[in-house]
């Protein structure tokens, strides 16, 4: 059963949670400053903590945006999100903090251990989770075992191409997900301030960018489906979960051939679900 504190560092916010018996019983958020150097956001992760009553040797997981290599490097993979982090000690620095029980992982990634153990991936046996919200991200679990790799880059589902995908991304890559599907793309191509303005105004413009990112999802959906024969795609994140997006992405995906048709969901643990997957044992 889960136990033990738990932090989340993404790049809008930075939530804490202190955890026992698989269920959160206390939790703290603060905006991320996602300009800050790695040891301010180490400072802001230790005063949540430190407001939970955390003390030293507790078992305590991390998630963090960015990439997460098996040494537990951090360094953020798309340039607009967290420029502070560049291959930054974090596990080392975590356990000289915090003592030994601490474990770090991609954010997204503790997201899918938690829907896949927890939440909505339950009885599937090969399963991915994304999550569409500012960004793209996710991972996948097969046979109760989350895709890792040595360079923390698996389950970066945000960075791979997309045929709907017209400029470069902070990556570098050209045409990615990011900037077809996300958040801040469906904003970009809407004129509005953010995704939630755009699903608020429902003008055209704002409605093609919508659908513009839905139909990326439904091919990453199916593409993700012929890569490693998913059971069930779990959908989460702002946008993820706005009322009618599921269904769009779900039409979208009916246009693919029925080998490709993997059946979809809304993901179920909200924004506690990398709180809660940072802490859980890899399978």
Known sequence: ?????????????????????????????????????????????????????????ANLGVA?????????????????TLPGIGEEPLLEQMRARFGSNVVVRNDAAAATLAEALMGAGIGADHFAYLTVSTGIGGGVVLSGRLLNSRNGLAGHVGFVS????????GSGRYGTMEVTASGRAIAAFAGTRDAKEAFETRTQKAQV???????????????????????????????????????????????????????LTLATLGQDSALLGALLPEG
């Open 162 to 169: 997309s045929p709907l995908g017209e400029a470069r991304c």
């Open 1 to 57: 059963m889960v136990e033990g504190f738990a932090v989340d560092l993404g790049g809008t916010k930075t939530a804490a949670a202190r955890i026992a018996a698989g269920r959160i019983e206390e939790r703290l958020q603060t905006p991320t400053d996602g300009d800050a150097s790695f040891w301010s956001q180490l400072d802001a992760m230790a005063a949540l903590l430190d407001r939970l009553g955390f003390e030293a040797g």
């Open 209 to 263: 960018a919508i659908d513009r990112s839905a139909a990326a999802i439904a091919r990453l959906c199916g593409d993700l489906t012929a890569i490693f024969g998913l059971d069930r795609v779990a959908i989460g994140g702002s946008v993820g979960l706005a009322k009618g997006y599921l269904s769009r992405v779900e039409m979208h995906l009916e246009r693919e051939p029925p080998l490709f048709r993997v059946p």
């Open 64 to 80: 963090v945006a960015g990439r997460v290599d098996g040494a537990g490097r951090w360094q953020a993979v798309n340039a607009h």
